[in-house]
Each structure stands twice: as C-alpha cells, then as structure tokens.
C-alpha cells in the first residue's frame, strides 16, 4: 500500500526558510513515479507547487515560487524534501506529498493520485 507522510511544518517568520520531508513506501524497486508538493491555503484551492521524477530527477516549479524553493529527493532514504526559503505570508497554507506513476521524461505539476495528510505551514511575524 502506497504511503506518503509529511513533515517538517511549522511556523516562521517572513524572510526565513523552513525544508519539509515526505517519506515514501509502497513502490518497488523498478517502479517509476513523480513526487509531488501541493499546498492549499485557507479558503483557496489546492496549488501544485513542485515536483521531481525518481528517474531522472527532473523537476519543475510553480512560477510563485520558483527561485525560492528546492525539491529534492534520497533514494537511500525514500525521501523527498521541500527546501523553502524566502518564505511570504502568502506561503501560509496546509503542504501535501502527493505520488503518480508516470514515464514522461519531463515532471508534470498534475494529476497526482496519491496523497499525504499534509503539515501545516504558517508565516507571521
């Protein structure tokens, strides 16, 4: 049974930075898949943000944070991570791990069907 279990949330000032983990289980060694970081604020509609193949490493990022956060991932470990720096107010929201199966050469913000139960994620002063 496939498992995605985030961490790393909590709160932070503007300006500072914060890395969210997601362990992964239930893939086999051979599988191909796409991790993916989702984020939903209050009162919003869920927002892909980031994304990285287990393949190939590719990734790809929401324009409103691309340059300020890293997605990576240990394969020693089935960890994937969410470096968050230069973090807004507007950042403030519930962070979820989302897997899809996928062969594209290219990691795609869509379509993920399978899902963490999310951290929560606030900036403030």
């Known amino acids: 049974q496939l498992q995605l279990v985030e961490s790393g949330g909590g709160l932070v000032q503007p300006g500072g930075s914060l890395r969210l983990s997601c362990v992964v289980s239930?893939?086999?060694?051979?599988?191909?898949?796409?991790i993916g970081w989702y984020r939903q604020a209050p009162g919003k509609e869920r927002e892909g943000i980031s994304c990285i193949l287990n393949y190939n490493n590719n990734t790809a990022y929401a324009d409103s944070v691309k340059g300020r956060f890293t997605i990576s991932r240990d394969g020693t470990k089935n960890t994937v991570y969410l470096q968050m720096g230069s973090l807004k107010p507007d950042d403030t929201g519930v962070y979820y791990c989302?897997?899809?199966?996928?062969?594209?050469?290219?990691?795609?913000?869509?379509?993920?069907?399978?899902w963490g139960q999310g951290t929560q994620v606030t900036v403030s002063s």
């Open positions: 239930g893939f086999t060694t051979g599988d191909t898949y796409a």
């Open positions: 989302a897997a899809k199966r996928t062969q594209f050469r290219d990691c795609v913000i869509w379509n993920f069907q399978y």
